[in-house]
């Protein structure tokens, strides 16, 4: 087949009705992030709370590294009721966003100077029941393509990428435009509704087949020779996803797939987290943000996930790991020049089309990358152990991003290098205190833009991981798609 050829399959791949049912799902998906993350970030810092505050309430962001504990439970559980008419990944789907909209129409009651801790434990309620529902929405788009149609899952996780950007970026627009002059909590009433908008998408969707039943029940017969049947099923419920992986990955492998996995994003998480407050303290209102972030932010992101999913599908997931790892650093030193230049409108957009372009290339690769590794028998569970490692970094870790930013703002460093001075009246502690008197007293030096440098050279272990594991990987992405 020549090149020509070859882009024309890979384009028309994407004429599959499947895939728009990835992609409403994955609206689903983003959106309590917009409720949790970007809307309650700029609720909290007009609402006066410091960097430091906003950065530890995204500790709630914790459960998404902790799903893969009970995601066993959506492989194995079957909902009274809802199962029978939705079947397994949707009838999970529906029950999480329902409790989504519970909470989130509790918090339209309240306000954060006053109900602070009970508002953190409404989004602690929307972030659990999203990072359920999560789980069971990556275990339908993986569902959703045999073992034989491995070469889909480029276009796959880009329609579940872009669905993710959606529900993220739109409701977030229309938050932000509105939050000055109509409230927060009238802002939090209209989310409301795009929960309601999700669960239709959940009743339109198809729900996929596959042989995990049979698979399960193939696991389970091998352990009822030994053991009672209690004994079995939560061996096979709890322990056999995890077994199996590590079998099917070669163990030592597997651990690397893990520590990769782990260290990929925590840059872009870092980022992530502050840059609504960045956005805020630098000058620029809550409309520029909504039109600049989120709704130019939306199409960028859209229109680069589509070009990235064509790209990764005819050169490989390792290539586009590798290219989208490298962009995605260089990417954050953008942030850095605005923390210097100022409110600069046409900066931002700048830096937003750039940062949206690297984010869809490595996301599509890496949410690829994930989707490979997992087996039919246990794919929401084997998913989740993968995503809740990648959000592991992604959360727990970017809580500190707001106290890293008020360390570096305190400027400790002429403090102790004159200290160092004092203590070892060495030549070379002089001259690190001219330097600094030099350069480091510029605005090239303060604080945001030194945190975006850092996070810049966050992605550096994964990549070098990568490429020191890059055949073995090479190795195992042919074995898992020949099988």
């Given at each position: 087949?020549?090149?020509?050829?070859?882009?024309?399959a890979?384009?028309?791949?994407?004429w599959?009705?499947?895939?728009?049912?990835?992609?409403?799902?994955?609206?689903?998906?983003?959106?309590?992030?917009?409720?949790v993350?970007?809307?309650?970030?700029?609720?909290?810092t007009?609402?006066?709370?410091?960097?430091?505050?906003?950065?530890?309430f995204?500790?709630?962001?914790?459960?998404?590294?902790?799903?893969?504990?009970?995601?066993?439970?959506?492989?194995?559980v079957?909902?009274?009721?809802?199962?029978t008419?939705?079947?397994?990944?949707?009838?999970?789907?529906?029950?999480?966003?329902?409790?989504?909209?519970?909470?989130?129409l509790?918090?339209?009651?309240?306000?954060?100077s006053?109900?602070?801790?009970?508002?953190?434990?409404?989004?602690?309620?929307?972030?659990?029941?999203?990072?359920?529902?999560?789980?069971?929405?990556?275990?339908?788009?993986?569902?959703?393509f045999?073992?034989?149609?491995?070469h889909?899952?480029?276009?796959?996780?880009?329609?579940?990428v872009?669905?993710?950007?959606?529900?993220?970026?739109?409701?977030?627009?229309?938050?932000?435009?509105?939050?000055?002059?109509?409230?927060?909590?009238?802002?939090?009433?209209?989310?409301?509704?795009?929960?309601?908008?999700?669960?239709?998408?959940?009743?339109?969707?198809?729900?996929?087949?596959?042989?995990?039943?049979?698979l399960?029940?193939?696991?389970?017969k091998?352990?009822?020779?030994?053991?009672?049947?209690?004994?079995?099923w939560?061996?096979?419920?709890?322990v056999?996803?995890?077994a199996?992986?590590?079998?099917?990955?070669?163990?030592?492998?597997?651990?690397s797939?893990?520590?990769?996995?782990?260290?990929?994003?925590?840059?872009?998480?870092f980022?992530?987290?502050?840059?609504?407050?960045?956005?805020?303290?630098?000058?620029?209102?809550?409309e520029?943000?909504?039109?600049?972030?989120?709704?130019?932010?939306?199409?960028a992101?859209?229109s680069?996930?589509?070009?990235?999913?064509?790209?990764?599908?005819?050169?490989?997931?390792?290539?586009?790991?590798?290219?989208?790892?490298?962009?995605?650093?260089?990417?954050?030193?953008?942030?850095?020049?605005?923390?210097?230049?100022?409110?600069?409108?046409d900066?931002?957009?700048a830096?937003?089309?750039?940062?949206?372009?690297?984010?869809?290339?490595?996301?599509?690769?890496?949410?690829?990358f994930l989707?490979?590794?997992?087996?039919?028998?246990?794919s929401?569970?084997?998913?989740?152990?993968?995503?809740?490692?990648?959000?592991?970094?992604?959360?727990?870790?970017?809580?500190?991003?707001?106290?890293?930013?008020?360390?570096?703002?305190?400027?400790p460093?002429?403090?102790?290098?004159?200290?160092?001075n004092?203590?070892?009246?060495?030549?070379?502690t002089?001259?690190l205190?001219g330097?600094?008197?030099r350069?480091?007293?510029s605005?090239?030096?303060?604080?945001?833009?030194?945190?975006f440098?850092?996070?810049?050279?966050?992605v550096?272990?994964?990549l070098?991981?990568?490429?020191?594991?890059?055949?073995?990987?090479?190795?195992?992405?042919?074995?898992?798609?020949?099988?």
């Amino acid at each position: 087949m020549d090149s020509a050829s070859s882009w024309r399959a890979t384009l028309a791949s994407y004429w599959d009705k499947r895939l728009a049912w990835v992609f409403m799902l994955g609206c689903a998906s983003g959106f309590p992030w917009t409720l949790v993350g970007s809307n309650m970030t700029g609720w909290l810092t007009d609402a006066g709370f410091t960097r430091t505050s906003i950065g530890l309430f995204g500790s709630i962001f914790v459960v998404y590294a902790l799903n893969f504990i009970w995601a066993p439970l959506l492989d194995r559980v079957k909902l009274p009721w809802l199962y029978t008419r939705l079947g397994q990944r949707r009838s999970w789907i529906l029950l999480c966003q329902l409790c989504i909209l519970a909470c989130t129409l509790a918090i339209t009651q309240l306000q954060p100077s006053e109900h602070l801790l009970l508002i953190a434990l409404l989004a602690l309620g929307i972030t659990t029941a999203s990072a359920t529902q999560d789980v069971a929405i990556d275990a339908f788009r993986i569902d959703s393509f045999s073992q034989g149609e491995q070469h889909k899952l480029p276009q796959a996780s880009a329609m579940a990428v872009m669905g993710w950007w959606t529900g993220y970026s739109v409701p977030g627009y229309l938050a932000f435009i509105n939050a000055d002059a109509q409230g927060w909590n009238t802002v939090y009433l209209g989310m409301a509704g795009f929960v309601l908008l999700c669960m239709l998408f959940t009743l339109l969707a198809r729900e996929p087949h596959t042989d995990r039943d049979a698979l399960q029940q193939k696991a389970a017969k091998r352990q009822q020779r030994q053991h009672s049947s209690m004994f079995t099923w939560l061996y096979v419920t709890l322990v056999e996803p995890f077994a199996e992986f590590f079998r099917r990955n070669q163990g030592s492998i597997a651990v690397s797939i893990l520590l990769f996995v782990f260290l990929f994003n925590i840059g872009q998480a870092f980022l992530g987290r502050m840059s609504v407050t960045f956005y805020r303290q630098i000058g620029f209102s809550n409309e520029e943000i909504g039109h600049y972030s989120k709704l130019i932010g939306w199409g960028a992101t859209l229109s680069f996930t589509f070009v990235s999913s064509a790209i990764n599908a005819r050169f490989g997931i390792i290539k586009g790991l590798f290219i989208g790892g490298v962009a995605m650093s260089v990417s954050n030193l953008m942030f850095s020049w605005i923390a210097v230049a100022g409110p600069n409108t046409d900066l931002l957009l700048a830096a937003i089309v750039v940062d949206n372009f690297t984010s869809a290339f490595a996301s599509v690769a890496f949410v690829s990358f994930l989707s490979l590794l997992t087996g039919q028998a246990f794919s929401a569970t084997q998913y989740a152990l993968l995503a809740s490692l990648g959000n592991l970094g992604r959360t727990t870790l970017a809580s500190f991003s707001g106290a890293l930013v008020d360390w570096l703002d305190s400027m400790p460093l002429q403090r102790g290098l004159s200290d160092l001075n004092t203590r070892f009246d060495a030549g070379w502690t002089e001259w690190l205190l001219g330097f600094y008197h030099r350069h480091m007293q510029s605005d090239w030096f303060d604080a945001w833009s030194v945190f975006f440098a850092i996070t810049a050279v966050m992605v550096v272990p994964s990549l070098v991981l990568l490429w020191r594991l890059r055949h073995a990987f090479d190795d195992l992405l042919k074995q898992q798609t020949r099988s």
